[in-house]
Structure formats: structure tokens, C-alpha cells
């Protein structure tokens, strides 16, 4: 059974008020068509989890624009003036999480760890409301595991079973997320037959896929 | 010498053959321009390569690789892409060699606040607290002062990036190794005093017996 779907489709499966994993570092690596119809649907009520919001105008940064979201963890949104414009507006809920943290913790809830200790942010803001644990006689913080309804990929290529692979640094969260979304959708670049990606070189494994993102949908756009 | 030229011509001497090496946005990222000769060091990018150089030419920018400043680059030979949890797990495991970060203030204690200003810039930590904390030595490369104000304060008034005590600090003025006991004065820029120094420098500094002068290989 193919698990290729058109982004209309793939996108109406998404409701109102969904929590989202969206992979992409500086719009990298970011579902572009699933962002564009999400932004055309006119979703809301959103929460985005995601590396930064790039620019306006650009990758996520659309979903911003359009107001799709109202609650973002991000580890970065110095580059998006529109997201603090509206962080400061009190639009937008906005939770900062230092960027090594941010990806254990998706891993951890997409491999059913009970959340991360790390050194990192020990003693700083980013440790605020946060339990502190010692172990050997040094601090770490205990961050908690990530989950989502939704985790939306954008890949190099996928075969029609689902595996993914992926091009240099558009690979960063994508595939930690392909484990934490209870729906997990991926927009390739190409779709190819099964056994073109060798084995060695499968980077998420299908059953992790639930859709994949046709190149075209059937109305052509 | 332009201020930050020589501060990146001073911080690359720090780099040895062999190093894993990841650059902050900025200042930090023309230290690549000035390495010592006959050593081959690896660049990360913590979002996701290690092996990074610059775009090979004109024409030539790849859409999938960008440095963590959002600039398209280049790799070398023998260069690996890396996911999120990777590449972060090289620099919270003490697997990167060195980093070299831009800096706000930089105190006593050795503490290190780079990314926030309270009120006015708000922009996110990203990578920079995982790499003040985790990598092997931290090196802070920064102008002494801005805007006639010492960046060596007593303490951080801005909010610090990691508790961790750096390894050493590079101005355009001197060359400063937090220890212990303090910040002790390493080195002297060209033509500049141990008084010019003291001068522009908010927190209190060891002045040990001797003080070199910061010294540039003249082909670099």
C-alpha cells in the first residue's frame, strides 16, 4: 500500500488547536508545501514546535505571518521580527529552550524516555521553573519529554513504503521528530520505487511514516 | 590591523591540528580566515555538519547546506551531515574541541552573557548555551568595550549563558585567562599598555610579573 497522499489531503487531517513537530533549521529542511497549504487552510490555534521561525515571509516564518500559531517552542527567534512582535503583543505564547535541549527532548518523548538531565542551562533563565537534580556531585536540569499530534518532515527522498533519507544540513531535527508525532507526514523532494534507497542509507525507517507528500496534487498546484 | 582582524589572527593561534572546532555567529566566524599554516582543523556547524568550509564558488551554493547563521557554505572531502541530536551530542559530550563565541559581558567569575538583552533583544539562546557549557575549551572573542562601556565587568548584569568559567578571552586590547582566582592579564595587544588596559576595564584583573605581547605570525 503507498503511503503517498497530496498535500491538500495530508493537510485537511490537521485540525485547529493540533500540536506540531515541524523539522527545519532556518527554513532548511522545512516542509514548504505543507506550510504554504496550512497557511491556504487557514489552520489556527496552533502549537508549533520548531528550531527557529527563519524569516518573515519565509518557511515557517509563513505560519507566523498568518497567524496559524499561538503557541511556539523554538530555541531561536532572533531572525523572525514579526514572531517577537507578536510575543511581545501577548499573540503568541513563546517558550525558549536552548537548542540541544530542545532536540533530547523530543527524542526523548518520541522513545519513551521520561525526559532529559543535562548540564545545560543549569543556573541561567533557561532553568526557571525547572527541578534541578545532582548526580556525582554536578547539576543538571530535568527537562521534560516532547510530544505531538503531528509531526510534518520535509526529507530528500522517500520510497513508497516510507523510508527517508536526507540531504546535508536539511537533515537536523527531521528525523528525532519522525519518532514523536502520533501522525507522522513527510514531504520528499523525490519519491522513488522501493529498494532505491539501499538499506545502509535509510535514515528513518518506514514504519515510522505514516504519508508522505505527492509531488503534485491532483489539481495540479 | 583592523580590531576584529587581529582579534581572529590571535584566537586562531589557540586552534592545533586535529581540533574539532565550532564557530559563533559573527566575530567568531573569521577566525577561519587565519589559521596557522600546516594544520588542518574540522568545522562544525551545529546544525548539522562537521567539515564545513567556505561556498566553493560563485554559482555553486547548495540549497541544503547552510552554516548556522542561515550563510550558504561549502564542505571538504571527507565531510559527515549530522541530525540535531548528533551534532549537539558532540558538543555537550566533550567531543568538541574548542568553540569560539562572541561575548556581552564577561565577568570575574569567568561567566560568559552573550544572548540576551533584557527589554531590547530577546532573540533565543540556540546553540550558544549548550556550547558555553559543553565543549572542551571555550574561547570568548569580543571587543574590549562598546560604546566606550569596559564588556569586563565585575559581574553580569545581563543574563549569563552558562555558569561555566571560560577558557580565554580575546579582545582588540589583550589576551585574558579566567582563572580561580581571577581574570589574569595574559597578554598585551601591540603597542598597547598595561595602564591602557586597566584603564578600560571594569572588573579587577591579575597582573602577573610578567605579560607577554600578543604575537601574530607576519604571513598570516
Known sequence: MSKAIDVVRAVEMVPDGASILMGGFLAVGTPRRIIEEIVRQGKKHLTLITNDTNRPGIGNGMLIDAKCVDRLIA???????????????GELQVELCPQGSLCERIRAGGIGLGGVLTPTGVGTVAAEGKN?????????????????????????????????????????????????????????????????????????????????????????? | ????????????????????????????????????????VYFQSENGVIGMSKVPGKGLEDDYLIDAGGIFVGALPGACSLDSCTSFSLIRGGHLDVTVLGGLQLDEQGQLANWMIPGKMVPGMGGGMDLATGAKRVIVSMNHSAKGVSKIVK?????????RRVDLVVTELAVIEPTEKGLVLKETAPGVTIDQILAATEAKLIIPEHVGEMSIPADL
Open chain 1, 75 to 89: 530555541s531561536h527567534i532572533g531572525t523572525n521580527p514579526e514572531t517577537q512582535r507578536q510575543m511581545i503583543a
Open chain 2, 155 to 163: 559581574k553580569c548584569t545581563l543574563p549569563i549563558t552558562s555558569t
Open chain 2, 1 to 40: 590591523m583592523e580590531d576584529k582582524v587581529l582579534i581572529a589572527k590571535r584566537v586562531a593561534q589557540e586552534l592545533h591540528d586535529g581540533d574539532l572546532v565550532n564557530l559563533g555567529i559573527g566575530l567568531p566566524t573569521l577566525v577561519a580566515n587565519y589559521l596557522p599554516h600546516g594544520i588542518e
Open chain 1, 132 to 221: 534541578v537534580t545532582t548526580i556525582n556531585g554536578k547539576d543538571y536540569l530535568i527537562e521534560m519529554p516532547i510530544k505531538a499530534d503531528f509531526a510534518l518532515l520535509a526529507c530528500r527522498r522517500a520510497d513508497y513504503r516510507g523510508n527517508l533519507d536526507y540531504s546535508l544540513t536539511a537533515r537536523n531535527f527531521n528525523p528525532i521528530m519522525a519518532f514523536a508525532g502520533a501522525t507522522v507526514i513527510a514531504e520528499p523532494n523525490e519519491i522513488v520505487p522501493i529498494g532505491v534507497i539501499p538499506p545502509d542509507d535509510v535514515i528513518t525507517p518506514h514504519v515510522l511514516v505514516d504519508y508522505i507528500i505527492e509531488r503534485r496534487s491532483a489539481n495540479g498546484r
